[in-house]
């Protein structure tokens, strides 16, 4: 993809550079909101962000949901704060990316649910009429934002493992 498309780049200082046109920082920014009204509910679509413990055990499930929904909430409402908190920052920390990270695949995962998305999904052509068109375009544009989110930590990774939190931009020690 050519640089002036991407709207992540890793930076040489181990920060992440964010390019996000107004008009999808406004997306964005409606966004979290929607998600965190429906996270502590039972609405079905959250369902893939709460994923039970043991298909076949329904005790063991609700077992286990007790013991961990709690703090996959919280880390999910975390996700949101933090994308939140930096929408309009030009540079975001790894940690805040990986956050964003989070943060866009909560908000995929539960939109695809809510439009039913499936395989046949990807293959098919929409109709600009149909009234799933929007968020299918926005469902597409997320998993987008979420690739390049991937792409630019895996480019600020230290491929060998050898440097604490250090990207193959950075000088070898040692």
Partial sequence: MPDAQRRVRPTRRGEFEIRLPREELEVLRSLP?????????????????????????????????????????ESHLEALR??????D??????????SWLGAVNDLRLVLGTKLDVTEET??????EDDP???????????GWLEEQIVEAL???MDPAGTQPGGGSDQAPTG
């Avoid at 933090?82 to 929408?87: G, Q």
């Avoid at 990807?122 to 109709?127: C, F, L």
């Fill in 82 to 87: 933090v994308m939140e908190s930096t929408l």
């Fill in 132 to 142: 799933n068109a929007p968020g299918l375009a926005l469902y597409f544009y997320l």
């Fill in 33 to 73: 909101a929607q998600l965190r009204e429906i996270l502590p509910t039972e609405d079905p679509a959250v369902g893939r962000l709460f994923p039970p413990g043991y298909a076949d055990d329904p005790e063991a499930s609700a077992e286990y949901r007790r013991l961990v929904r709690d703090d996959l909430l």
């Fill in 89 to 98: 920052a030009r540079r975001l920390t790894e940690d805040q990316l990986v």
């Fill in 122 to 127: 990807y293959e098919r052509q929409m109709p």
């Fill in 154 to 156: 895996a480019g600020n």
